[in-house]
């Protein structure tokens, strides 16, 4: 990392995700356990480098039985596969605070290419002299294409659970202010 290192605030921060449950709700849940690695520039965010790592055995729906078959080896096989990762490969300007992350996501140590959508806010300068900025970032990823195959045929057709899962980002991120300083 260059001296543009921020630190992500996981207090300010969530990783979540919605997919839609017997083709009729969505359930949303979050990981609540994870950390990463920004180096980002405000003056030339197409340079921005980032490193996510989750842990899947952090996954939460508030429906604890549900977290026990989602970190199953029907789902994430937390304990044969206990990180999701997020590498970015690449940067792309949009407009207007707008960018394209490309970057290889890894889940159940299948690894695929993803685009996440994303804004930028900031930076400001926060009371203690330190600079933050707000990242949001979206994608959609097929399951399957991660491993994540299991599902339930309803009596009524359709299945049990979407294919397509929604993964919403919201990171604030900050440098102290002797590293904004400098």
Do not use: C, Y
């Not at 849940?29 to 980002?40: I, R, V």
Request: charged share 25%; glycine share 8%; proline share 4%.
């Amino acid at each position: 990392m260059s001296t543009h290192g921020w630190q992500l605030v996981a207090a300010h921060s969530s990783i979540g995700f919605t997919v839609r449950h017997m083709m009729v709700a969505k359930v949303r849940g979050e990981f609540t356990a994870w950390s990463g690695a920004l180096d980002f520039d405000p003056e030339h965010p197409e340079r921005t480098v980032v490193a996510v790592d989750i842990d899947a055995k952090s996954i939460d729906t508030r429906t604890p039985q549900r977290d026990d078959h989602l970190r199953s080896a029907d789902f994430l096989d937390a304990e044969r596969f206990p990180a999701i990762t997020f590498r970015s490969t690449r940067v792309e300007a949009v407009g207007g605070g707008d960018f394209k992350v490309h970057g290889d996501l890894t889940i159940r140590g299948v690894t695929r290419p993803v685009v996440l959508d994303a804004t930028v806010d900031g930076p400001v300068t926060d009371t203690w002299g330190g600079r933050r900025t707000g990242f949001s970032a979206r994608t959609a990823i097929d399951r399957k294409d991660f491993g994540l195959v299991w599902n339930m045929v309803l009596e009524a057709g359709g299945f049990a659970v979407a294919d397509r899962v929604d993964i919403q980002l919201e990171i604030e991120a900050m440098q102290p202010a002797a590293a904004a300083a400098a």
